[in-house]
């Protein structure tokens, strides 16, 4: 599976600044992309309770490490699971 980070909304003036909201694709390579969102404040409560290492934590652990000025600079980044690699790498003829 991939995740990709495709925006950033910034939290509305009056509201708590975990209120920022990141939207999501998933993509597992067996049908169409999926779009999701997600909030820093959920993103938190997901990594504190150590979640396996997958695509989606990855992308939530960035999330949840970024500085609010930061938030911006994660949009576009992909985050694949392990397991992915390493077909691709089989399927490509490359060691593990």
């Known amino acids: 599976m991939n995740v990709t980070i ?12 975990e209120l920022h ?19 820093l404040r959920t993103a938190r409560v997901i990594v504190e309770s150590k979640p396996p290492d997958d695509a989606l934590t990855r992308m ?7 500085g609010e000025s930061d938030y911006d600079d994660l ?6 699971d392990d397991n992915d690699a390493r077909r691709r790498r089989q399927h490509e003829g490359r060691a593990p």
């Open 21 to 39: 909201r990141f939207r999501f694709e998933t993509a597992d390579g067996a049908g169409l992309r999926k779009s999701h969102s997600i909030s």
């Open 60 to 66: 939530l652990r960035a999330i949840v490490s970024a």
């Open 75 to 80: 949009i576009g980044n992909t985050y694949t």
């Open 6 to 17: 495709v925006s950033h909304e910034n939290a509305l003036p009056a509201s708590a600044g």
